[in-house]
């Protein structure tokens, strides 16, 4: 869609004209300006950023053409995006959102917040910024300072409505014919130690383990779902933090992630780093289990993005694929009576089964079982899902 090139001096002026084009373009351009001695201004300004060791200034380059600019401060603190203007012909086409996207990705692999400015007269970047998780963190004249870090993304998708509306009792994940095997897995895999679950969410899985007798703990993002979760049991020690990096006190001899949890996780650093993550809470012969589901690729006709998951009275599952990032969208339409519908989405990054073994190897596992359920049913190559056990050597 597009790449980033370092910008040169010679294209200081070709940054200031995309700069003024865009600007103009959006009605922001102000009235009487000299555009003569702002183009000086500017391009003066930009010879200065390029020769600036702490920023880094960009040409977005689209169809290998010149398009637009990019202008990122990077320190141990914070990545933070000082700049970026598209010419008018490439805008609406979803470059923008692919930029910061990215950006987004590098905060999170760092694991410090992307922080910007935005003009408080220019809404059209506001709206931009709202959708894509940052939220206001400080005013500094004209301009609002945005941030975004993945807590905050993580409490925006899993918020209050929808920790309220989660957990379903006896039906769907919340069966007794769901739950029971589950539970009965994970229980001899303790082997009579403690368990730690990542991702604890609202206690589908911890409840009734604790029940059976096994001393859990939990790690959650979301603090919606870990208020949900005290509803039904406020005993379950929980930290609260990103399953990738969080450490929960003691020491586990099981460590789970249950329904598809890890495809959470947008990039393959974070999911190494999970397997680390549990590697780290583990005794010497700990064991790491992790339920996903495979990848529905096969699912997918010539040119058509998207697979119906499940269609049924009253709801609808509808995955977009991004095959180059292995990236999914997962689209949960509800519907009520008449045309009243509720539409909600999750982003995930999808693996292989092969990927996660290797991911599991970075981490000093070794995979000891997989199965296609919690009842041991066989894994095939017609199976949906697995169930894989991992044991730290």
Known sequence: MFQLRPAQASDAGFLAEVVLAATRAQGRLAEGIDEVEWRAGFVAWSHESVDDPATDLYVVEVDDRPAGRLRVSRTPEVVELNGIQLHPDVQNRGIGTAIITALQEEATRRNVPLQLSVERDNPNARRLYHRLGFVKVGEEGAEDVLRWTKGVEQNRLWDADVAAGYDTPDTGMFAADVIGPTVNRLKELAAGGRALEFAIGTGRVAVPLAEHGVPVSGIELSTAMLDQLRTKNDTIPVAVGDMATTRAPGEFTLVYLVYNTISNLLTQEEQVACFRNAARHLSPGGRFVIELWVPELRRLPPGVPATVGIAEPGYILLDTYD????????????????????????????????????????????????????SGTPFTADSTSHVSVYRLT
Do not use: N
């Open 323 to 374: 095959v180059l990032r292995q990236h999914v969208v997962s689209h949960h339409f509800h519907f009520g009576e008449g045309t009243a519908a509720q539409l909600g989405r999750t982003p995930h990054r999808y693996i292989w089964p092969a990927e996660l073994d290797l991911m599991a190897q970075l981490a000093g596992f070794t995979l000891e079982s997989r199965h296609a359920d919690w």
